[in-house]
């Protein structure tokens, strides 16, 4: 079986890559947006020398290039997505990508697609608190109150279930929850915000669902070769921590930082006040905490990774050796600058 | 109300409808991209009632009074000639044109077509360029001697990591690339005080390590350029590798010398040394540190009456070029700054050749 990862260039993609390999793939063609994923398909290559990996090079926004890089292929793993930046950005590498890519997919035959979307399309809002986020969880109709990088994974999944319907090509959906690992990111803004020199906590004892990328990738992997047509798998780890545990051990063994506590009553508050002096002040100040944000990401949820054990998945790296390494990571990274 | 209409729905275009509507003036009733998710990513985020990926289609349907150009800059050109000669006044996002003759065939259709042209110059109507603007008017400096101006640019931000992410970014292929597309904020400031003779030397260099892709390492980012216009001079630095990030300009005249900074929104007179001797040197600080306060306190003021928005500028901006509109009046940024503003620019992207 041909399979095609897009986004290998990641944070998740790259170890995606090698645990498509481990599960089991022989033919892997790596997509790079750029031109410079040859040290990783050459390190893939020695690692895996009875498999064949290939450089696919292609921008998901240049439609004419995309029937090289599909050519025979049966599955598609499509974890390319833009996390950072405004709303246009991220709906033209999310968005706009996904079209250009299942369209050409649907062209070339490929049989299977799995998409790597996110737990942000969620509606939680509207659930009670300490409620289970799990598969069945309503998701957002359009999420513009949640924000731009919701908005975009909001749209790109439904975007993906109408064009695979079309297409007749069989899907999987994997919704990650918070990734970390060396060569993330430090602070999920479930945890809290920095700002003028300190640190806003705003989780508390919320359950922070991590997922440690090797955790992730492996999920993703195994939901994409063996997972039925149709489901939707959930990608968070065993043993989550709190976000005040997160913040008290990153704090203890990454840098101290100065910590404002804002109680969820506080936040809400704030919140609504920001977004009556956004309206009054015509944007002075960008909404970027709204009452409806509160409300989905604030709120403590519980959740599950029992349908990704069904398929036979179990976490590699288990949270409490992933926190310390990543940890680890972080404080070299931090003691480097 | 004026019926506007925004063509492009990439990431600027988020301000346009925003500061087209802070100025209470206009309505936005339908924007346009030839990538109808792009439309709708806009419109649905911006609650616009109508969008489009036919921009005909569009200027037919909606019988726009105004149309904002928020395309790539190689596309601007057609764009604002098929909208002038549809009855729309234009308000094109910088940079205006690709050279200083795109930009004259625009405004000679303009002009041909009797309406109103405009260009995001909206650093000239923050309250700094306003004020100097004042200044300037009362004869406050005396006469011209130099101007210097500084531009830094973080490639670490959302834009600069757009562009050194994709080599197929628009911003590549302009003619002198990056700085092509920021080169407007800087000499629009300086174009009113420059004749059209105006010779250049510029240097321009690539400071980032190479990352081995050819379209990415072509892209300078270090700009050096000194102009020279009668007696008047003009220096620039263009930076991606200062800090901390300034956005600023200092004018000097026969009689004073101002200091603008956009980015903290203050201008201060340089304080000259008016007493003799060590005493001398003890008070310029304080007289600058009192007009620092000074501006400080304005800012406070400007923020409780929400007058303190990024955008602030190009609100203003907006402002008078609808009243202009609606008034049968003329357009606040005259075409002849704008032409002048292109040739110089086409000055230094040519001095920028063979040193990216």
Redesign the interface.
Known sequence: MSVLLTGAGGFLGQVLAERLLANGVTDLRLNF????GHAVVARLAAAYPSASVRSAQA?L??RKVLPSILEGVDLVVHAAAQT??????M??NS??AT?NLLQAAGTAGTRRVALVSSFSVYQTEALPRRAQVDETTPVET?G?EKG?YA??KI?QER?FLELCAEHGMETVIVRPGVIYGPGGGAMSARVGVSAMGSFFALGHGCALPLTHVVNCADAVAVSALRAPAGTVYNAVDDDLPSCRQYLRQYRREVRHMRVIPVPYWALMLGARFLVRYHR?????LPAVFTPYVVRSMYRPFTYTNAALRSLGWNPIVSTHDGLHQTFAYLRAQDSAA | MLRVGIVGCGKIADSHVEQARATGRAEVVAVCDREPLMAEQLAVRCGVPSRYSDLQEMLRVERLDALHIATPPDSHVAIACQALEGGCHIFVEKPFALTGDAAATILDAAERTGRLVAVNYLYNFAVPGLQLKEALEAHALGDLVHIHTTFGYDLAGDYGLAVLSDPNHWVHKLPGKLFHNVLDHVIAKVAPFLGDSTTAQVLAFRRRKASGVPELDAMADELRFLLRSGDLTVSGVLTAHGRPVTHTLQVAGTRGTLELDYANRTLVPVAAQTQPSAIGRLFPPWVQARRFAGNGLRNLGRFRRHEFHYFQGMRHLLDQWYVAIESGGTSPVPSPEILRTCRIIDAIVAGMGGEG
Request: hydrophobic share 35%; proline share 3%; net charge positive.
């Open positions: 947006r750029q031109p410079s921008n926004l240049d950072k930046g405004g709303a246009a950005d709906t033209a968005v706009v079209r359009v513009v731009a908005y975009s749209h975007l009054r002040s015509k944007g002075q």
